[in-house]
């Protein structure tokens, strides 16, 4: 069954920061396009970073400069490194892969980052 599991959420001091890990297991992340969603209580999930078709990377204008994309495929997994936190950047964030071609998307459950003083 294809999943992907996403961890290394936690709370962080302001300005710390935070490595997440998406890992993939019953498919291989060359045949997707892979991305970071963030959902913040009472707020619209919004995209964070994604890496598009041909290598390209995208990324919410707020996390420009201190979020970084990354895949490896050897291991199936992507990463979301995450510097210089702030309160705002608090949210449930989940990864997904998408076929190249297109069609269904698959969601991890989430991880929850909380950035606190």
């Known amino acids: 069954q294809a999943q992907l599991v996403e961890s290394g959420g936690g709370l962080v001091q302001p300005g710390g920061s935070l490595r997440l890990s998406c890992a993939a297991s019953g498919m291989r992340f060359t045949n997707y396009a892979v991305a970071w969603y963030r959902q913040a209580p009472g707020k619209q999930r919004e995209l964070v970073a994604a890496i598009l078709r041909g290598g390209g990377t995208q990324y919410l204008d707020s996390a420009k400069g201190r979020f970084s994309i990354t895949r490896d495929n050897r291991i199936d997994t992507t990463y979301l490194q995450m510097n210089g936190l702030k309160p705002d950047d608090t949210a449930v964030y989940y990864c997904?892969?998408?076929?190249?071609?297109?069609?269904?998307?698959?969601w991890g459950q989430g991880t929850q980052v909380t950035v606190s003083s």
């Open positions: 997904s892969a998408t076929p190249w071609n297109g069609g269904y998307t698959y």
